[in-house]
């Protein structure tokens, strides 16, 4: 793991909001665990309290800041970005599709969008940094 | 364009008895991108390549390298 203290915070914030959201996908599947709301809520206050935290550690470790946001570590989180995108609009097109034949609420399919919009570009990043393509 | 760049950055950090470390903290980056840079999985900006170049008192081309055809 780097010694970088917002690389590190990088890393686990994104290992957190993935597994969350694996979780969260493996209890609607199984339909166990609580509500598809009360998951939206802890996937989301992980991702706030992630962004608080990176925000705090970056405040106190400005040079660590600019090595773990240098151009190699943009350009990973540029791709992840992007990746995001063409996920969600995969997503919210299979959602679409599900309500239109009535087999989804479209309230639901609203609520699942914002994990899938958050934990897609984590998940890439994890990936990226898991294969040695960023910090 | 195509082809992979020939980078000799390992040789010249080595020989200015640096460590990857030691560069990234000295021009601002993460270990991780030195890393690599040298093994030629990340291409650097212009930029970053003459800062390397400028803390390791050589040429942009002493480092990096077009390969031939």
């Known amino acids: 793991m780097s010694t970088n203290p917002v690389s590190r915070a990088r890393l686990i914030g994104s290992a957190a909001i993935v597994i969350a959201t694996l979780a969260a996908v493996a209890a609607a599947l199984?339909?166990?665990?609580?509500?598809?709301?009360?998951?939206?809520?802890?996937?989301?206050?992980?991702?706030?309290?992630?962004?608080?935290?990176?925000?705090?550690?970056?405040?106190?470790?400005?040079?660590?800041?600019?090595?773990?946001?240098?151009?190699?570590?943009?350009?990973?989180?540029?791709?992840?970005?992007?990746?995001?995108?063409?996920?969600?609009?995969?997503?919210?097109?299979?959602?679409?599709?599900?309500?239109?034949?009535?087999?989804?609420?479209?309230?639901?399919?609203?609520?699942?969008?914002?994990?899938?919009?958050?934990?897609?570009?984590?998940?890439?990043?994890?990936?990226?940094?898991?294969?040695?393509?960023?910090? | 364009m195509s082809g992979k760049l020939i980078v000799h950055l390992r040789t010249h950090r080595t020989k200015a008895g640096l460590t990857q470390a030691d560069l990234a903290a000295a021009i601002g980056v993460s270990r991780k991108t030195i890393n690599t840079i040298e093994n030629g999985v990340f291409t650097p900006s212009t930029y970053l390549a003459l800062s390397l170049a400028d803390e390791l008192e050589c040429s942009v081309h002493d480092l990096f390298a077009l390969p031939e055809d």
Not at chain 1, 37 to 62: D, K, M
């Open chain 1, 30 to 135: 199984l339909s166990i665990g609580p509500s598809g709301l009360t998951w939206a809520a802890i996937i989301g206050g992980i991702a706030i309290s992630y962004a608080i935290f990176t925000f705090v550690i970056s405040l106190r470790h400005p040079d660590a800041a600019d090595a773990a946001w240098d151009e190699q570590n943009s350009h990973a989180y540029r791709n992840s970005i992007i990746f995001g995108f063409w996920s969600v609009m995969t997503v919210f097109l299979i959602f679409l599709a599900l309500s239109l034949t009535n087999r989804m609420d479209p309230a639901m399919a609203f609520y699942w969008l914002g994990p899938v919009l958050g934990a897609v570009p984590s998940a890439y990043y994890l990936v990226a940094i898991l294969r040695g393509h960023a910090e």
